[in-house]
T-cell receptor
């Protein structure tokens, strides 16, 4: 693995189904994030994790949950998908911390369609 | 929370000319301002960023300026080339905030006319 990866690349899902989007990074970054991107709305933060074992809510957290069991993985779960969750989902990671580096690196994205 | 406004939503310039994209932010506690470029179907890529203790930063044809008093920052691209065509997003990050996530503008579609 090099950098940050997401799976699946795309998915079509029936409303009401449960879905987990996967995100893995091998850069040993402390912080990880989930954003959704919708046309005309830019990218909006769903959930974040500043370090393994901690998570927090972003701007649009309803209907989503996350976990951060270790440094590398940050899965996003839709417990019961609804059509309004149709979007492109980007995972990102950042070194954060004492080094002062702030830049966020994005994964390739997952295109999710809920019917 | 932070709110970031970005203008214009679409910008068309002749190849070789300069392009300027402007953003304003609402929270004076924000201290980090990155710019991302996103090509169609691709992930956002960081092209330049600036911290609140700096007024201007340049990297070849790209520069960013920051006016903390007015709470606005701008992206300047000189000598534009066809490969500059993309959607550009500005963002801001609150200092000391627990989220540490970015608040993005809605994007500017930059079109370079040959």
């Amino acid at each position: 693995i090099a950098g940050i990866t997401q799976a699946p690349t795309s998915q079509i899902l029936a409303a009401g189904r449960r879905m987990t989007l996967r995100c893995t990074q091998d850069m040993r970054h402390n912080a990880m994030y989930w954003y959704r991107q919708d046309l005309g709305l830019g990218l909006r933060l769903i959930h974040y994790s500043n370090t393994a074992g901690t998570t927090g809510k972003g701007e649009v957290p309803d209907g989503y949950s996350v976990s951060r069991a270790n440094t590398d993985d940050f899965p996003l779960t839709l417990a019961s998908a609804v059509p309004s969750q149709t979007s492109v989902y980007f995972c990102a990671s950042s070194p954060r911390g004492a080094s002062g580096r702030n830049e966020q690196f994005f994964g390739p994205g997952t295109r999710l369609t809920v019917l | 929370g932070e709110n970031v406004e970005q203008h214009p939503s679409t910008l068309s310039v002749q190849e070789g000319d300069s392009a300027v994209i402007k953003c304003t932010y609402s929270d004076s506690a924000s201290n980090y301002f990155p710019w991302y470029k996103q090509e169609l179907g691709k992930r956002p890529q960081l092209i330049i960023d600036i911290r609140s203790n700096v007024g201007e930063k340049k990297d070849q044809r790209i520069a960013v300026t920051l006016n903390k008093t007015a709470k606005h920052f701008s992206l300047h691209i000189t000598e534009t080339q066809p490969e500059d065509s993309a959607v550009y997003f500005c963002a801001a990050r609150l200092a000391g905030g627990g989220a540490d996530g970015l608040t993005f503008g809605k994007g500017t579609h930059l079109i370079i006319q040959p």
